[in-house]
């Protein structure tokens, strides 16, 4: 757990910092929620947290509510 810590800490200093002296906060704010968004997941799954698959529910949409089917 504490090497997923770590891990993401070094990503965000090496990638946010030339963002943050270039003053591109669009690319900041999207880097940033995308950095969150896989350290909730590679935490959870670190935890031996069960994650489901997307491809599940994008199949059930594409048969469903799309009515294609393979």
Known sequence: MIYVFVVFIIIA???????????????FKVTLSMMII????????ALDYRIPSP????DK??????????
């Open 13 to 27: 200093l090496r990638d946010l910092k030339g963002l943050i002296k270039s003053n591109r906060k669009k690319e």
């Open 38 to 45: 896989a350290f909730i997941l590679s935490t959870l799954y």
């Open 55 to 58: 491809m599940v529910a994008l």
């Open 61 to 70: 949409f594409v048969s469903d509510v799309l009515g294609l089917g393979y």
